[in-house]
């Protein structure tokens, strides 16, 4: 396991012997008054720059240095020990570019690094750190704080406590806010820090002040820092009204969370005077800043009589509209989903700051493939696929040669569009079959599969084809193909292959898996929120698992309704990723809206985006749209024919056109660029039976029939066939025609149970106790509860005696006479559980031999009410009331029931009112 580093904060857990602890800091550390202004979200002042101080100034520098850092985070999380030379070679640009980033922050990174990369030994090897001891003056007090890390927990270096102690006071010295933290922190758990004079009171005055720091963008976060300190009570007192001055503090100077927070504590009454006003208030700022609520927070929003209906929807999102009676909407997450609008523009630059990083990056020896790749991509979006051919190959090449198995994929692409020249193929062969054998790659296998299936000119070969398509098959990486509604009725015992891989492809970040697994979880109502929102979170960050979810939202919709929340979903999507989704919202935008005139506009104008990125669905719509002449009058537009609007993309088509862009040219230009295009198409094309048929269509027109029945027969060679398809069958449908049945779900936890899993036990008592179930079982409900209660694991054992006091009287009975359940309780009785307690109570109650029991029993309800267990409060006040167990006491009764109905009790006011009333 690599080591990882510490934060500076919880070094003190290992700074000295454990001592007595101290109590927290009863201290008041409260913000000075401001005046509202919006300081946090204001953007950042440009920096002046002195062109006669550097000469050598790149205004780019900046944007690199933005590039550099993303890699260095994101490869080092990736796989620091993989492209160790590389981020290394990162490191030290980022030191001749960044005038901030010293030698000593470089080696700090460079240490780092090793410790990623699981290379320790090596790092001792570097004398890295000892280097950075013999500069221990020259160091920051961050600096110095981190080195302390290393020292502290011999990471890298022989262990030096004293030393390590030595860089904490220098760093607190200097005013570092996480040493004087960590010193606090310290003094409060009763292992002061040797050495160290100054009271606790000042430390932390110094702590809080340095945190605070000046008043720029920063200071919002750093202020609820302070204020989270005084909720959470470790190095100073528990004290909300504190806290709530920071936050407000924050708040006023732009913090959208501290704003929240304040209107928070207002809506809860946690704060000493609540006041509608000033909830509002700071309600709408929040609002204003793009605070999104949690699910907790929305609860509290919700049942809120004082926050007006408008300020709510803005924040939830609108309460769904009445459509009719009967009329049921689906649950959704899109509220969720924190999107922003960034569209593309219509056209790519042919350079830009990013084309420009990579290009330098690539000029390092130490550089990757996917270097290269990522280069011919950039340049292919920009230039256009066959306009920037010659650069797209050179990168490609090189990418390649460096071993990166997506440019090889990509190379072989490329090889294809001269398919008529025998080394071209043997070399696109070649280099699918490095990518797939030296490299594992699923796609190469796929491509692979494709090559020998349908692009070759003497496809089929068939031998080689099924080969690598059985290898695919086997890495599990080939996508589940399902319509939307036979997604969401997946059965987990009918379908368990299915689910497993809709779930596996969603934690790999495969994006056709990422879409299918959100949707299965904004359906299941089993699924909580939490839920809902880790899965969002994984999707929000892939705008193509995005795309695909709104598509997937689209299809779904079962009602008009439905299908106005799945448009203006998809509207958002396209906002977010731009204009790479135009097509597909147009084409939602067609069947649901397609009658609207200014509607009709805006598809055109999306489709026209898309078209001049070369998408050839999107041109080819356009023309059938244009061209209708009903829709022409009623737009005042004249109608335009298909070879217009060919005409209008015909040099984007040659530059950068896809496979349906060159498909849609062929009857608009002469044979030989006809050949040549359709010998392009090829190349891109998808082994599949719509690819197939547009090149039987091609060369039909072309009148060539022998090419025409070439595609033709190869349409008949595809894996799986067509002869069902109009019935609507999938071949994973009829792959498991006739495998037999699959385990119920008592076959499969009672399965796992016998194999250890104590989990399966719980379920398996909740399907054996249900009396409404035909499986209903008291025997075996019984006996998974004594599993539980005697597994030694205080959660089972929790959930036993929870369903044991619910559990329907046979089963109890047979819990009974299995196992005695009082020393179980009564040693948790005995350490202090509440709920132990009250249980031991009712047990010894029901079960009591005589007076003595009864006794026992008031004593552990009075314990349990005592600890705060309202139950308890209640049984006890019964208890007294008739006199069992305990003499009986009217006053005593009616204190415990008032204490009861403050708990949340319903029916204790009433009992206590009615026990007032007696004699």
Not at 72 to 77: D, E, H, Q
Not at 122 to 129: G, K
Not at 491 to 520: N, Y
Request: with cysteine.
């Amino acid at each position: 396991m690599r080591a990882r580093l510490l934060r500076p904060a919880v070094l003190a857990l290992f700074l000295s012997p454990l001592a007595a602890a101290a109590e927290p800091l009863n201290f008041a550390f409260a913000p000075p008054e401001v005046v509202p202004q919006d300081i946090c979200n204001a953007p950042p002042a440009e920096k002046a720059v002195d062109k006669t101080a550097d000469e050598d100034y790149d205004p780019r520098r900046d944007l690199y240095l933005l590039y550099l850092r993303r890699d260095i985070r994101n490869l080092s999380a990736e796989d620091a020990d993989r492209w160790f030379d590389f981020i290394m070679t990162l490191i030290e640009w980022q030191e001749t570019l960044d005038p901030t980033f010293d030698k000593a922050s470089a080696d700090l990174a460079r240490i780092a690094l090793y410790v990623d990369a699981g290379r320790v030994d090596a790092l001792r090897d570097s004398e890295l750190i000892p280097g950075l001891r013999a500069a221990h003056d020259a160091l920051t007090g961050g600096q110095k704080a981190t080195l302390s890390q290393y020292y502290m927990n011999g990471i890298g270096v022989d262990p030096d406590v004293v030393y390590a102690q030595q860089l904490i006071r220098d760093a607190a010295y200097g005013g570092n806010v996480d040493a004087l933290l960590t010193i606090a922190r310290m003094e409060v758990q009763g292992t002061p820090m040797p050495d160290w004079d100054a009271p606790l009171d000042l430390t932390v005055t110094l702590a809080f002040g340095g945190l605070l720091g000046p008043m720029n963008e920063g200071i919002c976060r750093r202020a609820e820092r302070i204020g989270d300190a005084y909720l959470a009570g470790d190095i100073v007192a528990r004290n909300p009204d504190i806290a709530y001055a920071w936050y407000r503090f924050s708040a006023d100077l732009g913090g959208a969370e501290a704003a929240w927070k304040v209107a928070e504590g207002h809506l809860s009454r946690a704060v000493t005077h609540p006041d509608a006003a000033t909830m509002l208030r700071y309600l709408n700022l929040a609002m204003q800043r793009g605070f999104r609520p949690n699910a907790e927070e929305a609860s509290l929003l919700e049942s809120s009589k004082e926050v007006p209906p408008e300020v709510r929807d803005r924040l939830l999102g609108p309460p769904e509209a009445d459509h009719g009676v009967g009329v049921i909407l689906r649950p959704s997450v899109g509220g969720m989903m924190q999107l922003e609008a960034n569209p593309d523009a219509m056209e790519a630059d042919e350079s830009g700051p990013y084309l420009d990083y990579l290009r330098k990056v690539a000029e390092f020896d130490t550089a990757p493939g996917f270097v290269f790749t990522r280069l011919a991509v950039e340049v292919q979006v920009r230039k256009g696929r066959w306009a920037g051919e010659p650069e797209i190959v050179a990168y490609l090449e090189e990418g390649a040669r460096r071993g990166d198995p997506e440019a090889m994929r990509l190379l072989a692409s490329i090889q294809l569009r001269y398919r008529t020249d025998p080394a071209r193929v043997s070399r696109a062969a070649s280099l699918l079959s490095e990518a797939a054998t030296r490299h594992g790659d699923a796609a190469a296998m796929n491509g692979l599969d494709g090559l020998y299936r349908c692009q070759i000119p003497d496809a089929p070969r068939l031998p080689e084809a099924e080969l690598w398509a059985a290898a695919y098959r086997a890495t599990g990486f080939d996508p589940l193909e399902i319509t939307p509604g036979d997604l969401l009725v997946l059965d987990p015992f009918r379908d368990p292959e299915a689910l497993a891989k809709i779930q596996t492809h969603a934690l790999w970040g495969e994006v056709q898996g990422l879409s299918q697994m959100l949707e299965r979880v904004q359906a299941d109502p089993a699924m909580g929120d939490m839920a809902r929102r880790i899965w969002v979170s994984r999707i929000e960050p892939s705008n193509k698992a995005l795309e695909l979810f709104a598509i997937l939202e689209f299809g779904l919709a079962t009602n008009p309704a439905e299908r106005d929340r799945a448009v203006s979903l998809f509207r958002r999507v396209y906002l977010n990723n731009g204009v790479t989704t135009a097509l597909d919202l147009s084409v939602a935008l067609v069947e649901h809206y397609g009658r609207d005139p200014k509607v009709a506009d805006e598809i055109v104008a999306l489709l026209t985006q898309a078209g001049n990125r070369g998408e050839g669905g999107a041109i080819r719509l356009l023309a059938r749209l244009v061209s209708d002449k009903r829709a022409a009058e009623s737009l005042s537009i004249p109608p335009r024919s298909e070879a217009e609007v060919y005409a209008q993309f015909a040099q984007i088509i040659e530059d950068r056109g896809d496979f349906l862009a060159l498909m849609f040219a062929i009857p608009h230009v002469n044979p030989g660029i006809a050949r040549d295009y359709i010998e392009r198409a090829v190349s891109l094309m998808v082994c599949g039976s719509k690819d197939i048929e547009e090149l039987g269509d091609a060369n039909a027109l072309l009148q060539d029939p022998a090419q025409t029945l070439h595609w033709r027969m190869a349409g008949l060679v595809i894996e799986g066939g067509h002869s069902l398809s109009r019935l609507a069958l999938t071949n994973r449908q009829m792959d498991l025609y006739g495998t037999g049945p699959m385990p119920g779900p008592a076959d499969v936890l009672a399965r796992t149970a016998a194999e250890g899993d104590l989990a399966s036990r719980r379920s398996l008592y909740l399907l054996a106790a249900d009396a409404d179930r035909a499986g209903y079982d008291p025997k075996k409900a019984a006996d998974m509860l004594v599993a539980l209660l005697q597994s030694g694991n205080k959660a089972d054992e929790d959930f036993a005696m929870e369903n044991y006091r619910s559990a329907p009287a046979e089963v109890r009975a047979a819990v009974d006479d299995a196992v005695d359940l009082r020393p179980l309780l009564r040693r948790a009785a005995e350490a202090g559980n509440g709920q132990a307690q009250f249980d031991l109570a009712f047990l010894l109650r029901n079960t009591a031999r005589g007076g003595a029991d009864l006794t026992e029993s008031v004593r552990w309800l009075t314990k349990s009410a005592e600890s705060g267990n309202v139950a308890a409060m209640k049984a006890l006040a019964d208890a007294l009331t008739q006199g069992l167990g305990a003499t009986a006491d009217k006053q005593a009764a009616i204190g415990w029931y008032d204490k009861a109905a403050r708990g949340g009790d319903k029916t204790a006011a009433e009992m206590a009112r009615l026990l007032r009333l007696a004699p």
